[in-house]
């Protein structure tokens, strides 16, 4: 059979190669066919078995004289996935930079848009995630071409046999307890082919529905804002694309219930709220203006997060219990009159900070998490606020402290 992967020969790609079926199709398929390429492996460290996928691609790549680098990736705490993707996305793009190149290529095919497709419907995610992959997607001005995305695992899999390609298998694939592998085992495998073909066409129309959306979004936005007059005239899904609008320039991913939350807050009689977007950007309300902004160099984020089942076990957030909130939570500087709230009553900051042993140098510095009310929930390292009911949860860190 044949794959034809229609890339420009002038062009020089780095390619994302982990050892399995797909990225090794993918690394034969851009040899014999003489494209100019440089291969990245990245060894996350998570299993024993990742030292045979690190040698087998070195290996092959020593074979033919094919340009290429082993990326160690470290320990991710939270959510792994989420993580190890965005690591690799950056090592990618850094490669890519040191190659003079703009064009990153994976292996993902026809079976893992599917997947997609399937499992974002069933966590009702946005009109663009529902939508599946797309054969290019452009992040941080690179270039990400999916060249496989058309051909389907059994179609891989024979070119594979066919032509005796060496790959290894990943048994965390199997485990059917992530809802990945559950779809893909026990829906995606058994989909006959006009079922294939129904969710592709529904993820057309999703995508579709979303450039219009898209579309009216960009000429809604100058200069990374809007005002809130012309927002609020907005259907609720044009509202939803605005503000996935503003993760997406910040280069984050936008998560559906943060998204609403913002938007319920912006309909508050509060003039000014602060959101925290990402590491380098936050959103302001500003009276009628919302706007994005760069943050400050060294500025301290927070993000928080309500009974996330994703993140309630890992240790660099703090859980807080609470009955109710003023939102959103806020980080700021201590000023005069500062109380902090305690079973036994309260205190001031000022004399806590000295009972602490907290040098004078230090105090300014701290870094204080506070709800609307300006009522402290948190310091880090020095005081949880505990009176605050114990109904629901809050997982909470600072980054860039």
Known sequence: MEINLNLDPKIKYIVAVSGGLDSMVLLDLLRISNFNFVVVHFNHHQRASAINDETLVSNYCQSFNINYQIINLKHFSGNFQDSARLQRI???????????TSFIL???????????????QLNNKSLKAKSGLQPTQVIKDYVFIKPLLNFS?????????LNNIPFNHDET????????????????????????????SLAQQFFKHFQTLRNNTTKLINNNAITLSTFNQQT?????????????????????????????????????????????YQLIKAYDCLKLIPLLNNEAILEYYFENNLINTDLSFNELCYNSLELPLMIRKRKNGDILHFNFGSKKLKDFLIDKK???TKRD??????????????????????TLGNNNKLFLRIIGE
């Open 90 to 100: 950056n090592h990618l793009i850094k490669v890519a930079k040191e190659h003079n």
């Open 106 to 120: 994976t292996a993902h095919h026809l079976n893992d848009h599917l997947e997609t497709i399937i499992m974002n």
């Open 153 to 161: 695992k059994n179609e891989l899999s024979a070119y594979a046999t």
């Open 173 to 200: 694939n199997d485990d059917t307890t992530y809802l990945r592998n559950h779809i893909r085992h026990n829906f995606v495998s058994n989909l006959t082919t006009n079922e294939q073909q129904h969710y592709l």
């Open 236 to 280: 609720s899904e044009q509202q939803s694309d605005i503000i996935a609008y503003f993760f997406e320039t910040s280069h984050t991913v936008p998560k559906a219930l943060y998204i609403q939350e913002i938007i319920k807050q912006l309909s508050s009689n509060k003039p000014n709220i602060v959101f925290p977007i990402s590491n380098t």
């Open 358 to 360: 907290v040098p004078l």
């Open 365 to 386: 510095h701290l870094n204080i998490v506070v709800d609307a009310n300006d009522t402290i929930i948190f310091i880090p390292n020095l005081y949880k606020n505990l």
